[in-house]
C-alpha cells in the first residue's frame, strides 16, 4: 500500500460547484497533514495545513480522520482560478519522533469550467 | 526576499555527462530538500538536510550527490546523467523541529537526459 493514496482524477467541475477530495496514508503514527496546490508547470505551494479539529479558510475545507487514516479538502462555490493539482501530504515520522520528511500523494487534477 | 532560487531553469544533457543543480535560500531555513517530479508519479524525495554539514537519502537518492557546505546552499550532483534522470527537479526549504511548517519550493528545473 502507499503511503499517501489520493483519487487519481481529473475532476472537471462548473463554476460555483462543490467539490471535495479524499486522501488516505498508512502510517498511523504520522502526526501533520498538509493539502498542497500545483498550477500546471509551477512549483507547488501550500494550501492550508490541516488540524484534527479540522479547519476552513474561505471556500476551503479540510477534515482530518485520524482513526480511519483519511484527509478530506472541500472547496465550495468553485472559481476558474482554482483549476489546479491538489497533493495531499503526510509528514513522515522517524525513530519515534516528531520529526520527518513530507511524503506526497500523485495529486488530483481539477479543472473548473465557466 | 527571493525564497528559493534554482539554476538553471532548463538543462539539456547527453548521457554520462554530469551537472549540478544550484539551489539557495535566503530564509535561514535549517531543512533543505531535493525532490524529482515525474508524470504519475508525484514528487518523489532525492536527498535531504538538516543543517549545514548533514545530508542524508531520500527515496530515490541513486545517480545522485549532495551536499551542504553553508546553511543557503544544497547543490545537487548529477554523476553521470542517464535518460532515466529526465525529470522536473524541484528544490525546497522549510524549519525543522516543528510540527506544522510550510515546505517553500524553487521553480524547478526542467532537465532533459538524450
Known amino acids: 500500500r502507499k503511503e499517501v493514496e489520493q483519487d487519481p482524477g481529473p475532476f472537471n467541475v462548473p463554476e460555483g460547484a462543490t467539490v471535495a477530495f479524499n486522501c488516505t496514508y498508512s502510517n498511523s503514527a504520522s502526526q501533520s497533514f498538509f493539502w498542497y496546490r500545483q498550477d500546471c508547470r509551477k512549483e507547488p505551494k501550500l494550501l492550508m495545513s490541516v488540524y484534527s479539529s479540522g479547519n476552513e479558510d474561505g471556500r476551503f475545507t479540510a477534515q482530518l480522520n485520524r482513526a480511519s487514516q483519511y484527509i478530506s479538502l472541500l472547496i465550495r462555490d468553485s472559481k476558474l482560478s482554482d483549476s489546479a493539482t491538489y497533493l495531499c501530504?503526510?509528514?513522515?515520522?522517524?525513530?519515534?519522533?516528531?520529526?520527518?520528511?513530507?511524503?506526497f500523494g500523485k495529486g488530483t487534477k481539477l479543472s473548473v469550467k465557466p | 526576499n527571493a525564497g528559493v532560487t534554482q539554476t538553471p531553469k532548463f538543462q539539456v544533457l547527453k548521457t554520462g555527462q554530469s551537472m549540478t543543480l544550484q539551489c539557495a535560500q535566503d530564509?535561514?531555513?535549517?531543512?533543505m530538500s531535493w525532490y524529482r517530479q515525474d508524470p504519475g508519479m508525484g514528487l518523489r524525495l532525492i536527498h535531504y538536510s538538516v543543517g549545514a554539514g548533514i545530508t542524508d537519502q531520500g527515496e530515490v537518492p541513486n545517480g545522485y550527490n549532495v551536499s551542504r557546505s553553508t546553511t543557503e546552499d544544497f547543490p545537487l550532483r548529477l554523476l553521470s546523467a542517464a535518460p532515466s534522470q529526465t525529470s522536473v527537479y524541484f528544490c525546497a526549504s522549510s524549519p525543522w523541529g516543528v510540527s506544522y511548517y510550510e515546505q517553500y519550493f524553487g521553480p524547478g528545473t526542467r532537465l532533459t537526459v538524450t
Open positions: 530564509m535561514n531555513h535549517e531543512y
Open positions: 501530504v503526510v509528514k513522515a515520522v522517524r525513530d519515534g519522533g516528531s520529526q520527518g520528511n513530507l511524503i
